[in-house]
């Protein structure tokens, strides 16, 4: 059992101390008694059940604590690290800074969180900043720096649920039109029925495609940091395959024959050669097709596009599954979180199915099939 003892001071106030599992006492001071008990009866509890937190530990300020959780981040990817490093910059260490760990509490957190919403910064960017904030003080946790999370339960703004656009097939076939080239065309048709992430679709490469099974196997992002472009895996860092339908595979091959012969060749380029840079290409290629293609696309993106292929594989009748291999989501309740409006039809559906499939018995009969059940049911009673 832990030790501990209270004891008054020439000047009146009471000093309460423990011996910890360092082997050394801690004290702290108090002018009420009382106030020296609980705090006392709270570090010996925590001694008796291992939740003791070594006070000099806390010490350590925020920023010094923050650059060494952001550099022990070895296996996210660079874009996710540089996320980091402007949430830090901007919105957090700003005000936690030079603040010791353990003098972050929770009232602490919810005043940022209030005055980040008055600055009128949009939800999704606050929760953002909370997050990054939330998983550094996590760590601190584990650590042993600092007893629980203030972080934790932090009253947060309500997150609009975004508003998905979904493209017919014919305004699919609107807007390829509209594109300058064939390479473009291609590329819009890829991006609405595989279902690519533009980094995915930027980053493929001539070895990846296979038009005879009219497949493409995605394995690779490339994604702009900073003005510069990085290659590495895929958003949840899995290689999958998606299946094209047979006139978008013919429009790639036809696509294929004007790329080179290497397998490392990227099947999409720039004007001037090189990878697909997102917002040149939306710039001066991307936005003034649109305009072309009509008043209902002006305002379509190429993350739209992902959406549209979702759309068309369940009007084609795939199920959550098969689309959610096709997009690449970790598991199947992202992709029913994304698109549960598109199964909402489903139930009724069923309903319908049910009704049919007893509609050769008439009403009469099957309440003389309730009533005849109930019947034997009252005689075995």
């Not at 020439?10 to 705090?39: C, I, L, M």
């Not at 059940?49 to 022990?72: C, E, K, N, Q």
């Amino acid at each position: 059992m832990a030790r501990g003892a209270i004891d008054r001071r020439d000047n009146g106030r009471y000093r309460a101390r423990y011996e910890g599992p360092d082997s050394r006492w801690h004290s702290r001071t108090f002018d009420r008694k009382v106030d020296a008990q609980r705090w006392l009866a709270d570090q010996l509890s925590r001694l008796n059940h291992g939740m003791w937190i070594d006070p000099v530990a806390g010490m350590v300020t925020f920023d010094t604590y923050a650059d060494r959780w952001l550099a022990a981040k070895t296996r996210i990817k660079p874009k996710t690290r540089e996320g980091y490093r402007s949430l830090l910059r901007s919105r957090i260490l700003p005000t936690f800074g030079p603040v010791r760990l353990a003098a972050i509490d929770r009232a602490f957190v919810g005043s940022w969180v209030r005055t980040m919403t008055d600055d009128d910064l949009s939800p999704s960017r606050i929760r953002q900043a909370h997050q990054c904030l939330a998983a550094i003080l996590e760590q601190a946790v584990d650590d042993g720096l600092i007893g629980r999370n203030p972080a934790r339960r932090t009253e947060l703004p309500r997150l609009e649920e975004p508003e998905h656009r979904y493209l017919t097939a014919e305004q699919v076939a609107r807007l390829a039109e509209a594109m300058p080239n064939h390479q473009h065309a291609t590329m819009v048709h890829v991006l609405a029925y595989g279902g690519l992430r533009w980094g995915e679709m930027a980053a493929l490469r001539r070895n990846r495609v296979d038009i005879l099974r009219r497949r493409i196997q995605v394995s690779e992002s490339v994604t702009e940091i900073g003005g510069r472009l990085a290659f590495g895996t895929t958003k949840t860092h899995q290689t999958r395959t998606v299946h094209l339908p047979s006139f978008v595979a013919d429009m790639l091959g036809r696509h294929l024959q004007d790329v080179g012969d290497d397998p490392e060749t990227l099947v999409f380029t720039a004007p001037k050669g090189g990878p697909l840079r997102y917002v040149n290409t939306r710039r001066r290629i991307w936005n003034p097709a649109r305009t072309q293609a009509g008043d209902d696309l002006v305002d379509i993106t190429p993350h739209d596009l992902r959406h549209t292929c979702a759309s068309l594989m369940r009007a084609a009748g795939a199920d959550i599954k098969a689309i959610q291999q096709q997009l690449g989501h970790r598991d199947a309740t992202i992709t029913l979180n994304t698109y549960t409006h598109l199964f909402e039809g489903d139930l009724a559906n069923i309903m319908n199915r049910l009704d049919q499939e007893n509609a050769s018995k008439t009403r009469p009969e099957r309440v003389l099939e309730m009533a005849g059940g109930v019947t034997k049911l009252s005689a075995r009673g």
